[in-house]
């Protein structure tokens, strides 16, 4: 079972850096993707960036030049640097492990989400 836990979140005013973190337990962080999510009030949840085992990152279009997304496996941990924050970048941002394996198929675990609130 994998569990995965959110910290990093905060007030910050426009133009402010946060950084979210995201542990995982378990043994298959490694050979997982990672994605950041967030949900706004009233707006479904959304991608915001992924990266693959292999390192690849995707990003929406919305966040792309201000938000970068890594991985330290040695520490089973992965990390949404955002930078040049806006309001319209308040939201609960989710941690996503995604893993494909040939017996179980593709699994996906969340973290509790953590609020990142961004004042004008």
């Known amino acids: 079972q994998v569990q995965l836990v959110e910290s990093g979140g905060g007030l910050v005013q426009a133009g402010g850096s946060l950084r979210l973190s995201c542990a995982a337990s378990?043994?298959?962080?490694?050979?997982?993707?990672m994605g950041w999510y967030r949900q706004a009030p009233g707006k479904q949840r959304e991608l915001v960036a992924r990266?693959?085992?292999?390192?690849?990152?995707n990003y929406a279009d919305s966040v792309k030049g201000r938000f970068t997304i890594s991985r330290d496996n040695a520490k089973n941990t992965a990390y949404l640097q955002m930078n040049r924050l806006k309001p319209e970048d308040t939201a609960v941002y989710y941690c996503?492990?995604?893993?494909?394996?040939?017996?179980?198929?593709?699994?996906?675990?969340w973290g509790q989400g953590t609020q990142v609130t961004v004042s004008s």
């Open positions: 996503n492990l995604w893993h494909w394996a040939s017996l179980s198929g593709a699994r996906d675990y």
């Open positions: 990266i693959t085992s292999g390192g690849d990152t």
């Open positions: 378990g043994s298959i962080f490694s050979i997982s993707a």
